[in-house]
């Protein structure tokens, strides 16, 4: 509160002003409202969230000590998928590469044609990978097949769109000068934007593949195999020590995988 000298009049700050305070109450009400509706939707029991804690703690007992005999069908769903994941990855990086140059404003001067790119990588990144998994589960039947065509088609949108805002944020200088000696088109793309794109590519394909790990290992929870078709057995016959270890194991993957490809990218960047 301040007085306006000399004409005695009080003056009161306010941060918001009258419409912007009834804008924030009606998101506060809207958000209440949307919290109770989906917990009546829903249906949650109370008595089941009450005896999770004992549930929890009798699973993680059943599942320890693991059943290392098991570790060889361990071993081999965990090679599946990260084969799984690498090649997935590489047919993504084959394909978003062509979607990202059409999509890039800076090279594709077409409206249209840019407006198809982002219809492909908006596709691409809306459906989930355990939906792509489905779909080419039911085209080419369960395997490996299957996962390594839903992680790629999965990661087309992820790659493509990074690539393409990659390629937009490079610098003119470079280009103008190759096109003022007329360089051809594809000289340009080498010499005047590859080298200012490489770090971000390489950097976005180790992020991918980090990701595409991670969702590999679930894959074959709906038969596109890899470890995840272990899970699926051992949780489905009850065997809860083989499945502690299959969880461990995916973990231990997971998280050895974040670090190698942090280190890497620290090195490119």
């Given at each position: 509160m301040s007085a306006a000298v000399g004409t005695g009049i009080a003056r009161a700050w306010q941060r918001f002003t009258p419409a912007e305070r009834m804008a924030r109450y009606a998101v506060y009400v809207a958000s209440v409202v949307a919290v109770v509706w989906s917990l009546r939707t829903i249906e949650v029991i109370?008595?089941?969230?009450?005896?999770?804690?004992?549930?929890?703690?009798?699973?993680?007992?059943?599942?320890?000590p693991f059943d290392w005999r098991f570790w060889?069908?361990?071993?081999?769903?965990?090679?599946?998928?990260?084969?799984?994941?690498?090649?997935?990855?590489?047919?993504?990086?084959a394909m978003a590469a062509p979607v990202a140059l059409l999509a890039s404003r800076t090279?594709?001067?077409?409206?249209?044609?840019?407006?198809?790119?982002?219809?492909?990588?908006?596709?691409?990144?809306?459906?989930?990978?355990?939906?792509?998994?489905?779909?080419?589960?039911?085209?080419?039947?369960?395997?490996?097949?299957?996962?390594?065509?839903?992680?790629?088609?999965?990661?087309?949108?992820?790659?493509?769109?990074?690539?393409?805002?990659?390629?937009?944020?490079?610098?003119?200088?470079?280009?103008?000068?190759?096109?003022?000696?007329?360089?051809?088109?594809?000289?340009?793309?080498?010499?005047?934007?590859?080298?200012?794109?490489?770090?971000?590519?390489?950097?976005?394909a180790l992020f991918r593949w980090d990701i595409n790990v991670r969702e590999s290992a679930v894959l074959g929870l709906v038969g596109a195999g890899g470890i995840g078709v272990a899970l699926d057995t051992a949780i489905s016959n009850l065997y809860w020590d083989q499945a502690g270890l299959v969880l461990a194991t995916i973990f231990a993957v997971v998280v050895l995988a974040e670090i190698v490809t942090s280190r890497i990218r620290s090195k490119i960047i």
């Open positions: 109370p008595e089941f969230l009450y005896d999770a804690p004992a549930q929890s703690a009798d699973l993680f007992q059943r599942m320890w060889p069908t361990v071993l081999t769903g965990l090679v599946e998928t990260l084969h799984t994941a690498t090649l997935g990855t590489l047919i993504a990086l090279i594709t001067k077409s409206v249209l044609l840019n407006q198809i790119a982002n219809l492909i990588l908006v596709s691409s990144r809306s459906v989930n990978s355990l939906i792509w998994a489905l779909l080419f589960v039911a085209i080419f039947g369960p395997g490996a097949l299957a996962g390594t065509l839903a992680i790629a088609f999965r990661s087309i949108g992820f790659v493509g769109k990074l690539l393409s805002e990659a390629i937009d944020e490079t610098h003119v200088g470079p280009i103008e000068a190759l096109t003022a000696t007329g360089a051809s088109r594809p000289a340009i793309l080498l010499k005047g934007f590859w080298p200012q794109v490489e770090p971000s590519f390489w950097s976005v």
